[in-house]
C-alpha cells in the first residue's frame, strides 16, 4: 500500500522558468493538500482539491500558482515564471473521502530551488 | 501574525529521559489535533491524535494531553531514543479549507543526546 508520491524530490529551475510538481495520494484517497514550507518554519497550507475540482486556493499566491487534480494521473502544482522566493519545499497530502478521519498523509516533498 | 525567519525553538534531552513538547494552539473552535514528527528531508509523519471531547490520550510510548481552556497541547515522549531527534509540529483543523486541511504550529527540534 504505497503512501503519498511526490515527484520530483528536487527540482532546480532559473528564475523566469516554469516548475511542476506531481503528487499522487495514497489508494482511495480523493482529497489533496497543498503545503509549502520555507527552512525553520511549519507548514503553510496553500491549497485543497478533491477530483477535478480546487475546493480551496486560499492560501495560494494568485499570480503564478495554480493546481489541479485531473480525472486521471496526480495532482499537479504549477508554479510559473519562478522566483528566488519560491524556493522552498513543497508537499502534498490527502485524506480518505469520509469524514470523520481528519488526518493528513504526507509525502516526501519537493525540494525547489530557483537559481 | 506569522513568524518569519525564526529559528525553531530546541528541546535537548538526555536518551532514557521523558520528553514534553508544548503547544498554544489559536482556534478555539478547532476540535481535532495531532502531532506530526519530521525528519531532515522528509514530510511530515503521524504521530498521535486527540478530538476535544478527550483531555488526554496514549500511544506507543507518546501521550497527548489537551488542556481546551487555555489552548494547549502537549506530547509526551516516555523513555525518549536518539531516534526520536526530529521536529515536532502540533497541528489543528482550524478554519483552513472548511476545517478539512490542518493549521500547522512553528514546530520544535527535539535533540536527544546519546
Known amino acids: 500500500n504505497a503512501g503519498v508520491m511526490q515527484n520530483p524530490r528536487h527540482l532546480v529551475r532559473r528564475r523566469g522558468q516554469e516548475a511542476r510538481l506531481r503528487c499522487s495520494p495514497m489508494?482511495?484517497?480523493?482529497?489533496v493538500y497543498w503545503y509549502r514550507q520555507l527552512p525553520e518554519e511549519g507548514l503553510k497550507f496553500m491549497v485543497y482539491?478533491?477530483?477535478?475540482?480546487?475546493?480551496?486556493e486560499s492560501g495560494m499566491p494568485k499570480e503564478r500558482f495554480s493546481a489541479e487534480f485531473p480525472k486521471e494521473g496526480p495532482s499537479i502544482l504549477r508554479i510559473q515564471q519562478v522566483v528566488r522566493g519560491d524556493s522552498a519545499a513543497y508537499f502534498c497530502a490527502s485524506s480518505p473521502p469520509t469524514t470523520g478521519d481528519e488526518k493528513l498523509f504526507f509525502g516526501s516533498g519537493t525540494q525547489l530551488s530557483v537559481l | 501574525g506569522e513568524s518569519v525567519g525564526l529559528h525553531l525553538p530546541t528541546l535537548s534531552v538526555q536518551e532514557g529521559d521523558n520528553s514534553i513538547i508544548n503547544c498554544a494552539y489559536s482556534?478555539?473552535?478547532?476540535?481535532?489535533f495531532i502531532w506530526y514528527k519530521q525528519e531532515s528531508g522528509k514530510g511530515p509523519q503521524f504521530i498521535i491524535d486527540i478530538r476535544s471531547n478527550m483531555d488526554k490520550r496514549q500511544g506507543q510510548r507518546v501521550t497527548v494531553l489537551l488542556n481546551k481552556t487555555v489552548k494547549h497541547l502537549s506530547l509526551q515522549i516516555a523513555a525518549t531514543q536518539p531516534g526520536d531527534s526530529a521536529v515536532y509540529f502540533c497541528?489543528?483543523?482550524?478554519?483552513?479549507?472548511?476545517?478539512?486541511?490542518?493549521?500547522f504550529g512553528s514546530g520544535t527540534r527535539l535533540q536527544v543526546q546519546p
Open positions: 497541528a489543528e483543523n482550524g478554519e483552513e479549507a472548511g476545517r478539512r486541511a490542518l493549521t
Open positions: 482556534n478555539s473552535a478547532s476540535d481535532y
Open positions: 482539491l478533491q477530483k477535478e475540482n480546487i475546493i480551496d
Open positions: 489508494k482511495g484517497h480523493s482529497h
